[in-house]
């Protein structure tokens, strides 16, 4: 096999192998109650000038919630992949941590309920978590063969998802600066990323 007919089935069963090695649990969005409003909410956050995605972007949005993958529906199998390895690497932080000490990069995150407070309350935690989960999707994009995003397009997610303000967002772009960089020079450095391309080898879909 190889990434020219890689199949839905191929790659769903690739993101449950990461599931499963993050100790994660899949869940498909579709499958979640209530959603419908969660989407008409930002559809009417969005009317009122709040930047925040749309209830269409949302629909394709997934999400880590502890240890659950929320993987969104009908993505593309490359899609699937990329938005897996995202997410597993978010339930890695949440029983791992993030960083480690004498990092370059900053103090180490913690995990578990330490992690979903510096989430939910420390932006530039926040920034530092995403960073890294879309730098481990860049690295199996950049395995696929598939073109990456622009710096613009990254941080411009960034900015409408995340309720940073000015000066997080331009830490964001710093960091997502550093891995695109890095991605396109085909280095490697996050767990999930290197999980899922191993997946990725056992299924035959990369060399």
């Not at 890095?182 to 990725?200: F, H, K, P």
């Amino acid at each position: 096999m190889s990434v020219e007919n890689l199949t839905p089935a191929v790659a769903l069963s690739c993101v449950r192998d990461l599931c499963a090695q993050s100790h994660a649990w899949l869940v498909r969005k579709g499958d979640v109650p209530g959603m419908a409003l969660i989407r008409a909410a930002f559809d009417a956050l969005r009317a009122l000038g709040v930047p925040v995605p749309t209830g269409a972007e949302f629909d394709r949005c997934s999400h880590a919630v502890a240890a659950f993958a929320v993987i969104a529906d009908d993505l593309s199998p490359e899609e699937l992949l990329e938005a897996g390895t995202h997410e597993c690497t978010h339930v890695r932080q949440f029983w791992a941590g993030e960083y480690r000490p004498h990092s370059t990069v900053g103090a180490t995150l913690e995990g578990g309920a330490a992690f979903a407070w510096l989430y939910l309350v420390n932006p530039e935690a926040r920034v530092r978590f995403e960073a890294r989960a879309y730098r481990a999707g860049l690295e199996v994009r950049h395995a696929l063969g598939l073109p990456l995003p622009t710096l613009d397009q990254l941080t411009d997610t960034l900015a409408r998802g995340y309720a940073l303000d000015a000066h997080h967002v331009a830490f964001g772009r710093a960091l997502l600066e550093s891995a695109l960089l890095s991605v396109r020079s085909g280095v490697v450095s996050t767990e999930s990323g290197a999980a899922m391309l191993a997946i990725l080898r056992r299924h035959m879909v990369i060399a």
